[in-house]
T-cell receptor, first 112, second 115 residues
Framework: GESVGLHLPTLSVQEGDNSIINCAYS??????FIWYKQESGKGPQFIID?????DKRQGQRVTVLLNKTVKHLSLQIAATQPGDSAVYFC???????????FGAGTRLAVHP | DSGVTQTPKHLITATGQRVTLRCSPR?????VYWYQQSLDQGLQFLIQ???????AKGNILERFSAQQFPDLHSELNLSSLELGDSALYFC??????????????FGAGTRLSVL
């Protein structure tokens, strides 16, 4: 499949460990944040989202934390599995606009 | 499967040519978004249409244009192609517009190679 972002930062974890992927966003007026997962040869896939009036949201095996003070977003994946191997993007929605601004992405590599 | 359909999957063309990329949104979605993904620029928003009308514009070149038809499918037209236009082009769709809870669901993309 195609390689996206050959020079992306890579997080390597052991299967079963917890993963934490970090993202710094740029616009203090952003009101909504999303994490997407992109597997090789596929489009970005929605994982979880959070509004700016929250600081934590949990999904199935995933948790997103938002720290507006330092404009930081993180995605925690519990009990990481080989199927979690992909590139993960955070995206922010600048307040009042419909577009999403994507971060550079982080490649997650899960080793058995 | 996100429900967003993009055609073609791959497109190889020469500099100076013109191509059209097609997107069918998920059933019931009124908004269509176009993004460009290149190795050096990451995912960049190009343009959004909502129910046939342009709603937001991003880093879209003047050589590029888009439209959304009455059946809600959208086309992205790229003309006078340059080597640097080689990239993955994604279409996303959402139910509406404005409310941030309108999650954008992405298609599998069209890979454009300009030789």
């Amino acid at each position: 499949g195609e390689s996206v972002g050959l020079h992306l930062p890579t997080l390597s974890v052991q299967e079963g460990d917890n993963s934490i992927i970090n993202c710094a966003y740029s616009n203090s007026a952003s009101d909504y944040f999303i994490w997407y997962k992109q597997e090789s040869g596929k489009g970005p896939q929605f994982i979880i989202d959070i509004r700016s009036n929250m600081d934590k949201r949990q999904g199935q095996r995933v948790t997103v934390l938002l720290n507006k003070t330092v404009k930081h977003l993180s995605l925690q994946i519990a009990a990481t599995q080989p199927g979690d191997s992909a590139v993960y993007f955070c995206a922010e929605r600048p307040g009042g606009y419909n577009k999403l601004i994507f971060g550079a992405g982080t490649r997650l590599a899960v080793h058995p | 499967d996100s429900g967003v359909t993009q055609t073609p999957k791959h497109l190889i063309t020469a500099t100076g040519q013109r191509v059209t990329l097609r997107c069918s949104p998920r059933s019931g979605d009124l908004s269509v978004y176009w993004y460009q993904q290149s190795l050096d620029q990451g995912l960049q928003f190009l343009i959004q249409y909502y129910n046939g009308e342009e709603r937001a514009k991003g880093n879209i070149l003047e050589r590029f244009s888009a439209q959304q038809f009455p059946d809600l499918h959208s086309e992205l037209n790229l003309s006078s192609l340059e080597l640097g236009d080689s990239a993955l082009y994604f279409c996303a769709s959402s139910q509406g517009t404005g409310d941030p809870k309108n999650i954008q669901y992405f298609g599998a993309g069209t890979r454009l190679s300009v030789l």
